[in-house]
């Protein structure tokens, strides 16, 4: 049972080293060579709950079809962002119940943390992206096998934030840093985080880590 405990948080982990360029490279996984085969079927009841609750925010997004990439990436109930009320960086498709949990996290938790905390608007949200399909690295061991959430559109890696008054806080520079206030403000939007997300995996997990906050709706929770 210890031996479990120890692994689980590779387990859960859907992202590894996935991102910036400087970044080692993950695990890929041989997408369909055809393309994407489209899904037909009608729209789960969930599925559709969440694209209400997208629109009562009065979120712009685009709803897309479900698609099965091969190699057992699989996106269904996904959503392009389109505008959140503020900018995000890097979006691909992200299954709706992670933009849900994304968008509410950016508006009523990072925002309101840079005004109150580092006393700037929030204008832009940095990330790494969200769908990608591979398997899982970490601890520089390959388990490419085991899907990462991100080949189910289920994950997104949040790099960084723009203020009004022109400050960039990155995860990378900042997560250690010796700025008081930089550094509550990262750890009240971790904490928010945690709360909202099933798995939250930061710079104190592990070293693939480094310069991201790993976010996903995969199995939980687990936060780091």
């Given amino acids: 049972m210890r031996v479990f405990a120890l692994f689980l948080p590779l387990l859960l982990s ?23 085969v489209t899904l037909n079927g009608p729209t789960p009841r969930e599925t559709q709950q969440c694209f209400a609750d997208l629109s009562r925010e009065q979120v712009r997004y685009s709803a897309l079809p479900d698609r099965d990439f091969g190699g057992g990436c699989i996106v269904t109930g996904a959503v392009q962002l389109l505008d959140i009320g503020v900018p995000v960086t890097g979006l691909k498709s992200m299954k709706c119940g992670l933009a849900r ?20 608007d929030l204008v832009r949200v940095e990330t790494y992206g969200t769908y990608s399909c591979r398997g899982i690295i970490g601890n520089g061991a390959a388990s490419a096998q085991r899907m990462s959430e ?13 203020l009004a008054d022109g400050r960039r806080v990155t995860i990378e520079r900042d997560w250690r840093s010796g700025d008081q206030q930089v550094r509550a403000f990262l750890e009240t939007i971790h904490g928010s985080a945690c709360k909202r997300f099933a798995t939250v995996l930061s710079p104190d997990y592990n070293a693939a880590h480094y310069n991201h906050l790993h976010l996903d709706m995969g199995r939980g929770p687990f936060c780091r």
């Fill in 14 to 36: 859907g992202c590894l080293f996935g991102g910036g360029g400087d970044r080692p490279a993950p695990a890929p996984i041989r997408e369909r060579p055809g393309g994407p």
């Fill in 101 to 120: 949990s994304f968008t509410a996290w950016v508006r009523f938790a990072v925002a309101p943390a840079a005004g109150q905390i580092l006393g700037s």
């Fill in 150 to 162: 991100h080949g189910l559109a289920n994950a997104v890696d949040v790099s960084g934030f723009v």
